[in-house]
């Protein structure tokens, strides 16, 4: 089983279409995140969430909406995107211990490559 | 605020060479974390490395061995013997310790490293 999923792995909407990548994470970790890799650009942290608590929102348009049920799901809605957010979006988990001030290693998802026409 | 920079955009190596790609990071915190990704055709992004800014000890993991040097602010990777399997795009990361900048990773813009046969 491989440690973080991510469905679809392709993904082409129009720019009035609304969808919803999904993110899943079975290595028992605690923190969730969503990273966008843009071509020519390095890769962009777009939200954090702890303990299913968002931490962290990068100044993400509001077009991006994300969803954390539990620690082991993510999921990213979209809705009126523009040509502009085609791109791999990536997901990562990592263990994150309340107690721990330390950063934990991320582990990545195989990504969504997203078009939107 | 931390960055990293990796200036080998790309670099093309024949099979059995060493190669090294350079990183060069930039941070105000004493404590702070390091990283090397490997990203493959497929997407997703292979975990290497981690090391923290306490641990100046070179590591050496098969063919692969990371140089961390404080003095100069570079984390460089060297592959030896360099194979095709070992093209990838490769991504140095930082993390700085606590505060808001908890868990953030900051990428810098990756090397695209061919090994021709």
């Known amino acids: 089983e491989t440690g973080v999923t991510q469905t679809p792995r392709h993904l082409v909407m129009g720019m009035t279409n609304k969808k919803s990548l999904k993110c899943e994470q079975h290595l028992g970790h605690n923190a969730m995140y969503w990273y966008k890799q843009s071509a020519k650009k390095p890769l962009e942290l777009m939200f954090v969430?702890?303990?299913?608590?968002?931490?962290e929102n990068n100044s993400v348009p509001s077009r991006f909406s994300p969803e954390c049920p539990n620690s082991s799901h993510l999921f990213l809605h979209l809705h009126t995107l523009q040509p502009e957010d085609s791109a791999l979006y990536l997901c990562?988990?990592?263990?994150?211990?309340?107690?721990?001030?330390?950063?934990?290693?991320?582990?990545f998802g195989p990504g969504t490559r997203l078009t939107v026409l | 605020a931390q960055k990293v920079t990796q200036a080998q955009t790309e670099i093309s190596v024949v099979e059995k060479e060493d190669v090294t790609l350079d990183c060069v990071y930039e941070?105000?915190?004493?404590?702070?974390?390091l990283f090397w990704y490997k990203q493959p055709p497929s997407g997703e992004l292979v975990f290497l490395i981690r090391r923290n800014s306490f641990d100046e000890q070179n590591e050496i993991s098969g063919r692969y061995s990371w140089n961390f040097q404080k003095s100069t602010s570079s984390f460089n990777f060297t592959i030896t013997a360099s194979q095709v399997v070992d093209s990838a795009v490769y991504f140095c990361?930082?993390?700085?310790?606590?505060?808001?900048?908890?868990?953030?990773?900051?990428f810098g813009q990756g090397t695209i490293l061919t090994v021709h046969p």
């Open positions: 990562a988990s990592s263990l994150q211990l309340p107690t721990d001030t330390s950063t934990d290693t991320q582990y």
């Open positions: 990361a930082l993390s700085e310790a606590g505060g808001t900048s908890y868990g953030k990773l900051t």
């Open positions: 969430y702890n303990f299913k608590e968002q931490t």
């Open positions: 941070t105000r915190d004493t404590t702070y974390y």
